[in-house]
């Protein structure tokens, strides 16, 4: 096996459903292999680590895609991630970044925990309904998608008889994010970038003409006053952004540790006991099946080395961050699940210049949520056979069904 097997394993529904052997045998050919092609991948923690925080390596960008591929500006999926902070480099992101972080502050979000926990027992009650029979609930519709995706609209300001349309638009769109082997499969992904970005537009509009304390309304005013700091088509692509990344990856958080919890009794016992923090809970799951399991950079100047192999310019190069959280170089028994971890630091939400903003903000969620949910239901249990989603960069369920009695 060499990079390019583990590049074309991991296109495959079966390695997608289980990547962990996979990233196992790419351990063994070391934390960095060419992959042919100019392309590199890259598994071990370290290495990893070291290409998230070198901006050297940045995010290919719409004109770099472009130039490979002209047909990808036909793609508004791709136009829209390609013009927001996700996919732009220096001097772009860091201008932009930084007025989304001047409203999307750390006081803002630790100010919402008492709207996180009455919302947590919100829905929790609808479970408790939905399932008093007990019939079976789907735990990502009643609850996963529901609690991060009322956090996030609710700091942007999204009026709440909207927010629940939005997990079918966010599915297709990101489709634009994983590896594509195929431009033609961005149709539903292109409709639910310009329907997004269409939505967002209206909703500037009337922030505008009649502003309110949240996020669209404070980068709207940014915008408004100097199209120079934040242009309207900037504006638009990173509240999709916001909106898109502020529930999806917790939406798979969530999803992903009550996954973990069954299949761990004795977890469930300690986070119930307190013998397991949420805190510690939280970012073993963020490790062991993290949300987030693949991400790109390439090269973008001369001279550049990872573990001391040569990287030329522009050569492209898959961060393969599941692998990495699961290094045996890093980590003690990395395949078992240990939520008393004590230095675990996880790349889950990135690092560097594109660290995840909402990572705070999607802790919090965590660690609010499962105990309360344990707490509620002491029988909680398997409601049936649960559904992945067939996608590698984001890693989650499409069902997971629960009782709930």
């Known amino acids: 096996m060499d990079g ?35 392309m590199f991948v890259v598994s071990g923690y370290a290495a990893v680590n070291k290409v998230l925080r070198t901006s050297a390596f940045g995010v290919a960008t719409a004109d770099m895609m472009a130039g490979l591929a002209p047909e990808f500006t036909e793609h ?27 409203v999307f502050t750390a006081r803002r979000v630790a100010a919402l ?5 009455a919302a947590v027992g919100r829905l929790l009650d609808g479970m408790a309904e939905q399932g008093a029979d007990g019939s079976p609930v789907d735990f990502m519709d009643a609850f996963a998608f529901r609690l991060p995706v009322g956090v996030i609209c609710e700091l942007l300001g999204v009026p709440e008889r909207d927010r629940y349309r939005f997990r079918g638009l966010a599915s297709d769109l990101t489709v634009a994010l ?16 310009d329907e997004l970005s269409g939505y967002f537009a209206e909703l500037v509009a009337e922030r505008l003409a009649r502003p309110q304390d949240d996020l669209v309304s404070d980068l709207a005013r940014i915008a408004a006053a100097d199209g120079g700091r934040l242009s309207a088509e900037e504006l638009l692509a990173n509240l999709v952004l916001l909106l898109v990344a502020g529930f999806e990856t917790t939406t798979n958080l969530l ?38 399991q693949a991400t790109a950079r390439v090269a973008l100047e001369d001279g550049l080395s990872i573990e001391g192999l040569p990287v030329p310019a522009d050569s492209g190069v898959t961060l393969l961050i599941g692998a990495a959280n699961h290094d045996p170089a890093r980590y003690d028994r990395p395949g078992v699940f240990d939520p008393t971890r004590t230095d675990s630091q996880p790349l889950s939400f990135g ?20 105990p309360a949910l344990l707490d509620r239901f002491p029988r909680l249990a398997p409601g049936g056979v649960p559904t992945r989603r067939d996608r590698l960069v984001l890693r989650g369920f499409e069902t997971l069904p629960v009782t709930v009695r």
């Open 4 to 38: 390019a097997a583990i590049i074309e394993q991991l296109m495959t529904t079966e390695v997608r459903t289980d990547p962990y052997p996979l990233y196992a045998r790419a351990h063994e050919l070391g934390p960095v292999v060419p992959a042919g092609d100019g």
């Open 76 to 102: 508004s999926s791709l136009a829209l991630f390609g013009r927001s902070i996700l996919q732009r480099n220096a001097p772009d992101q860091p201008r932009v970044r930084s007025l989304i972080a001047s």
């Open 113 to 117: 925990r008492p709207a996180v926990e």
């Open 178 to 193: 994983e590896i594509i082997q195929d431009l033609d499969d961005l149709d539903e992904a292109d409709r639910a970038a």
């Open 255 to 292: 999803g992903n540790g009550l996954a973990l919890l069954f299949r761990h009794p004795e977890v469930a016992a300690g986070l119930r006991s307190g013998a397991v923090t949420p805190a510690g809970f939280t970012e073993e799951v963020l490790r062991f099946d993290s949300p987030v």
């Open 351 to 370: 690092g560097g210049q594109h660290f995840c903003l909402g990572s705070q903000l999607a802790r919090l969620e965590g660690e609010v949520a499962m």
